[in-house]
Each structure stands twice: as structure tokens, then as C-alpha cells.
């Protein structure tokens, strides 16, 4: 029968530099992650006609005899949507990147006082 060997760690400081490092690249990834899933939803609800039946409710709605109405298509446009989908994830990565570091300053600060986040890991021999 193989014995676990335990032991009790302690978390008493995390290097604000390196949750920085990691939490960028993570924040990256999602940021990439966000661009492509806009796209691809952009190119699924256009094959499915979504925006010319919506866009064509909302001009007639909006319409009078010498104006044609809000044209949603071209405001909707696929550059448009990836313009807007890309400054919402460079926000993203700065926030997460910022809030990250933070998080790591403020878990120094109390980490001090209460000692941290105790762990027990366990090696199996």
C-alpha cells in the first residue's frame, strides 16, 4: 500500500511582477479568444439573415417618405463590429492586467497580517 506524504504550506507572498506577467498573457488569450467568437458569430447571423430582416423592420419603422430609415446592415458591418469587439478587449487586457497586479498588492498587504492562504499538498510515493 503506497504511504501519501503531506505537507502544510503557506502562501505568504505573491511577486506582484509575475501575477502581472501571467495575468497579461491570460488577458491576451481571452482578448483573442473574444475577436474570433465575434466574428464568428457575425458570419453565422449573417448567413442567417439576421441583420437584413432585422435591418429591413427597423428602416420601414424609422422611415418616412424622403428618408430611408436607420440602416442597421451598415452599422452592423463586420468591420464595424470588429473595431468595436477589438477596443472592448484592449480595455479588457488592461483592466484584467491592472486588476491582477492589484489583487496581488492588496493579497501582500493582508497576507501580512493573517499569515496567507495556508495549503496541504500531498506526494504520493
Do not use: H
Not at 506524504?5 to 482578448?31: N, Q, T
Not at 437584413?52 to 458591418?77: K, M, P, W, Y
Not at 489583487?103 to 498587504?109: D, K, S, T, V
Amino acid at each position: 500500500m503506497p504511504r501519501t506524504r503531506k505537507a502544510r504550506l503557506r502562501v505568504a507572498k505573491a511577486d506582484p511582477w509575475s501575477v502581472m506577467k501571467v495575468s497579461f498573457m491570460l488577458s491576451i488569450a481571452l482578448g483573442v479568444c473574444t475577436i474570433v467568437a465575434a466574428a464568428v458569430l457575425w458570419m453565422v447571423m449573417d448567413a442567417m439573415g439576421v441583420f437584413s430582416t432585422v435591418g429591413g423592420t427597423i428602416a420601414e419603422a424609422t422611415g418616412s417618405n424622403e428618408s430611408n430609415g436607420f440602416d442597421l446592415q451598415a452599422f452592423l458591418s463586420l468591420p464595424n463590429v470588429l473595431i468595436f469587439t477589438s477596443v472592448i478587449a484592449v480595455i479588457d487586457v488592461v483592466l484584467a492586467t491592472a486588476l491582477a497586479t492589484l489583487g496581488a498588492f492588496i493579497y501582500n498587504l493582508s497576507a501580512g497580517f493573517v499569515g496567507g492562504v495556508e495549503l496541504t499538498l500531498a506526494e504520493d510515493e
